[in-house]
């Protein structure tokens, strides 16, 4: 089992603040247990601003449609492309996990054949 080397700063904010180097060993199972972490929580804060701005375009432009122009439904080809962005997104926020450790696996392999 292989082990790594992390390097970072870290902040004293207890009294007076200063700053020092730590240096932590961690296995690569843990480091790309957190990186999957990292980047679920990083698809999952896209998906949620997605979803937000998706609403907000439908909270406007569904009543512009409503009180503009009566006549014709367009805001309903809107709502069904946004929707369907939103559903795409939502399915790639489901199979990131996968996706993540497939991308590890091809790097490792990458990483074996180099020297």
Same mark, same amino acid.
């Given at each position: 089992?292989?082990? @790594?080397?992390?390097?970072?700063?870290?902040?004293?904010?207890?009294?007076?603040?200063?700053?020092?180097?730590?240096?932590?060993?961690?296995?690569?199972?843990?480091?790309?247990?957190?990186?999957?972490? @990292?980047?679920?929580?990083?698809?999952?804060?896209?998906?949620?601003?997605?979803?937000?701005i998706?609403l907000?375009?439908?909270?406007?432009?569904?009543?512009?449609?409503?009180?503009?122009?009566? /006549?014709?439904?367009?805001?309903?080809?809107?709502?069904?492309?946004?929707? @369907?962005?939103?559903?795409?997104?939502?399915?790639?926020?489901?199979?990131?996990?996968? /996706?993540?450790?497939?991308?590890?696996?091809?790097?490792?392999?990458r990483?074996?054949?180099?020297?």
């Amino acid at each position: 089992m292989g082990r @790594i080397q992390v390097e970072g700063v870290w902040t004293h904010r207890i009294g007076r603040p200063r700053q020092e180097k730590v240096i932590m060993t961690v296995t690569l199972e843990q480091y790309e247990r957190a990186e999957q972490e @990292i980047a679920k929580h990083e698809t999952l804060i896209g998906l949620k601003v997605h979803a937000l701005i998706t609403l907000l375009v439908w909270a406007v432009l569904i009543p512009v449609n409503v009180f503009a122009a009566p /006549d014709f439904p367009w805001s309903i080809f809107v709502v069904a492309g946004m929707g @369907i962005g939103l559903f795409f997104h939502w399915f790639g926020y489901r199979h990131a996990a996968e /996706d993540m450790t497939a991308r590890q696996h091809k790097i490792e392999e990458r990483a074996g054949t180099l020297s």
